[in-house]
């Protein structure tokens, strides 16, 4: 069973930075993307980031020039790094990832975590 779990949420004063981690169970680069999504309250979940197993990389407007995601193939870990965090981008941050299997689409969640942007 695949398994994603988030860490390194948190309460930082706008202008700060966090970074995100998300372990897999196994190896990442059986994921054909794996990324980062965030849902606020009263809102619809929305992409954040995401990556493909060959390394290229999509970002959200919103958060381009200012977050970075990243992945240590070795620990099976992909990383949000995010700088000049703003009230706006206070959310909950899920690690996702797609597979195919068998030509058929898997989507795998973690649990999420807390990301609180404010004074």
């Known amino acids: 069973q695949v398994q994603l779990v988030e860490s390194g949420g948190g309460l930082v004063q706008p202008g700060g930075s ?15 993307l794996i990324g980062w999504y965030r849902q606020a309250p009263g809102k619809q979940r929305e992409l954040v980031a995401d990556m493909t197993s060959g390394g290229t990389t999509n970002y959200a407007d ?10 240590d193939n070795a ?6 790094q995010m700088n000049s965090l703003k009230p706006e981008d206070t959310a909950v941050y899920y690690c996702k990832g797609c597979k195919s299997i ?18």
């Open 62 to 71: 919103s958060v381009k020039g200012r977050f970075t995601i990243s992945r």
């Open 18 to 32: 966090l970074r995100l981690s998300c372990a897999a169970s196994g190896s990442i680069l059986n994921f054909n």
């Open 102 to 119: 068998l030509a058929i689409r898997h989507d795998y969640w973690g649990q999420g975590t807390q990301v609180t942007v404010s004074s």
């Open 75 to 80: 620990e099976n870990m992909v990383y949000l």
